[in-house]
């Protein structure tokens, strides 16, 4: 426990308290306990707590009505025990699968000052260690390669530690399960096949997430047409396939119940009301649109041109037509003015009133 609780403090918050501030505090709940020791229950873990605060290697604090407390290792008891060991022997585990893995298990040495140490320059873990590693199929070979990387980061840290051997085998184990990611991702890696179909676990993901079966059925042939063209070598075609398929279906999603297939007028064809209060904020008559309508449907019905949006088409005919109008009524009113002043008025408001139905800056 003393070995773990310098791990646990090392990777937490440090804070100093008036009840001993030479010493580094950090807060640890039960649930840091149980997590640090799955093996131990709660009576054995506090019984070892006890024994190490009884023994002066650790201070404890609790926090009142929480499940927390403030630890602290006292390193200057440590140091004042001087070569007495602690032996701390855990409680018989109630399960025998756990018991007969800790018998079968090597029990790595620990070291006997209960102090923590820098790194030595020549460190080397023991043949007890190695044994660990080997347990988890970890080549010695490959554990070998890493300890001069290790003792070199460490020794330019300058931290210091109880057990060098149990911090290097966590490294061991780390870098053993990157290496074999980055191996099997590379042996997975292949070809896009005329056969390949995302997995169920893909599948399933998508469906999840409430999108179509039927949409994903029928996204599948264009996928692997798309990335069998391009001869491309990946090890995740389902991660790609859930990337695509969610993308696709958030722009179905977005356009649902628009189409934008460019189409024939009919004869029956009428603007949608979006249409007159569009005309209607630009002060054109609704009465007047209204009367186009036929005179336009016969026009795009003769030519038998396609468009996608003859809404907007018909904006932009009645809006021109509007336009046409007002500049002839300013061509009577200048014509026909007999006082200059009015005249000038009258086609300053004609001006301004044809420029504001025929802007469509808001188009651009």
Known sequence: ???VLAELIHGKEICRRALNPSLEW???????FQTAFPFWGIVDLRRVQNSLQNLGLIVVDPIAESRTSFFAIDDHSSEAAGSNSVSVQPAPSSQPEMSQIAAEAPTPSIPSSGSASLIAPNWQPSLDWIKKCQQHNVPEEFANALIPEFVSYWRDRGQARFSWGNAFYKHVLK????EQTRKGAFELATEMSAVWRPSEDAIGILEISGINSSFIEDAIPEFVLYWRERGMVNGAWNTKFIEHIRRQWAKFSASFGYDDTPKAIQANWLPSNDCFEILHLAEIDEEYAKGKIPEFVMYWKDSQQVKSSWNTVFLQF???DWA?????????????AENQSLVGSSQQRVKERFQRIADRSWAE
């Open 1 to 3: 426990m003393l070995q």
């Open 324 to 336: 046409r109008q007002l500049k002839q009524t300013e061509s009577a009113d200048l014509g026909y």
């Open 318 to 320: 009645i809006k021109q």
């Open 26 to 32: 950090v807060v640890l709940s039960d649930s840091d």
């Open 175 to 178: 870098e053993w399960r990157n």
